[in-house]
């Protein structure tokens, strides 16, 4: 059975079940007040999706993988290591990491809800994954993102790019790159306006805001698309699910330049340090910092948040377990005004 299908029935199953809603937006350039939609522009005129759609889908030269270029921290060529035979490799602390199991797969896992209107606002949900994960076992059925975007009240798509396969490394690829996270915004625009079946969408997808979501390992290519990446004044949110294990600096300098984007960064034992500097850092700089523990603020924008995860959550289960149970829906069911369902509806159905 194909993937198409496979995911498809899977979201069908385990995640439709809301109902639809409709009405325009329109695009524009500058600083967003708080609390109203990021405008973008629209042309489609075709109705809300009626069932949910996911894919894993063959990008073509924006994805994080395969990279041929130079890793930013030793200035050397990223694949440092050549066997006899011509093989390319990277070399790690376990050993080498060869480029064709580890680092050539440039698919994306993309999910579109039940319920979604391109003519509404509307968000992208880019979920970066962690160590020793693929997308299609980990990020859609283990973690259950797709799911958790399609439960959700939020108008918005979802994608995942693969980063190193099933491996324990963290590199961010052609995320590295000034502009790599715009080029990859880019050419998922118009994967995003066929699964939508419709080329007028694209216009749509290139202009909608963002919101980065980074678990444990995912935070070197979240860091990096947020200092690089050439498309910040789209980004409007940026959750962290354990995963402040370095590039505070990168974070920090995210929160002081977007101050009306929201922030927010849930922790085990493991990632507490890296969350307690980034938080003293904010307080000597002035930034609020929110105070509330283990749950979020009614409102995001603008805000920035601390969270320690509930008593006795695991690393492995953080994206379904963290502050709450589904914690990247409770994040997106919080953007009303990116909302495709009214809360009342929702709530009866529930």
């Known amino acids: 059975m194909r993937i198409r299908t496979m995911l498809a029935k899977a979201a069908a199953i385990g995640m439709a079940m809301l109902p639809l809603a409709g009405a325009p937006a329109i695009a524009q350039q500058g600083a967003e007040p708080l609390n109203v939609p990021k405008p973008h522009e629209v042309r489609s005129r075709v109705p809300p999706t009626a069932q949910p759609r996911s894919d894993i889908v063959q990008f073509e030269d924006s994805a994080p993988f395969p990279y041929r270029g130079v890793n930013p921290y030793s200035k050397r060529p990223f694949m440092d290591v050549k066997s006899e035979d011509g093989r390319l490799g990277r070399s790690s602390r376990g050993g080498v990491l060869w480029e064709d199991r580890t680092f050539s797969d440039s698919r994306v896992l993309m999910h579109m809800p039940k319920g979604f209107d391109v003519r509404r606002p509307g968000v992208i949900i880019v979920f970066l994954h962690g160590n020793r994960a693929n997308i299609k076992d980990d990020v859609f059925y283990r973690q259950r993102v797709a799911e958790q975007v399609n439960a959700s009240r939020i108008n918005g798509v979802l994608l ?40 007028k969408s694209r216009a749509t997808f290139l202009t909608m805001p963002v919101i980065v979501v980074a678990y444990s390992g995912g935070y070197v290519p979240a860091a990096w698309s947020l200092s690089k990446g050439g498309a910040e004044r789209r980004i409007i949110g940026v959750v962290l699910l354990d995963a402040l294990y370095g590039e505070t600096q990168k974070y920090a300098d995210f929160i002081k330049r977007r101050r009306n984007a929201f922030f927010i960064s849930s922790y085990t034992s493991s990632t507490a340090r890296g969350n307690e500097a980034l938080r003293q850092s904010l307080i000597a700089a002035d930034i609020p910092v929110e105070d509330s523990r283990y749950a979020l603020p009614p409102r995001l924008p603008g805000k920035v948040a601390f969270l320690p995860a509930m008593k006795g959550t695991n690393h492995n289960d953080f994206v379904t377990r963290a502050w709450t149970d589904m914690p990247i829906r409770d994040v997106l069911d919080r953007l009303e005004q990116y909302a495709r369902i009214p809360a009342k509806r929702v709530e009866a159905r529930y």
């Open 160 to 199: 995942a790019p693969q980063l190193a396969v099933n491996a324990s490394d963290s590199s961010a690829g052609k995320f590295w790159e000034p502009f790599g996270f715009a080029k990859f915004l880019g050419e998922a625009a118009s994967h995003l306006s066929r699964m939508r079946g419709d080329a």
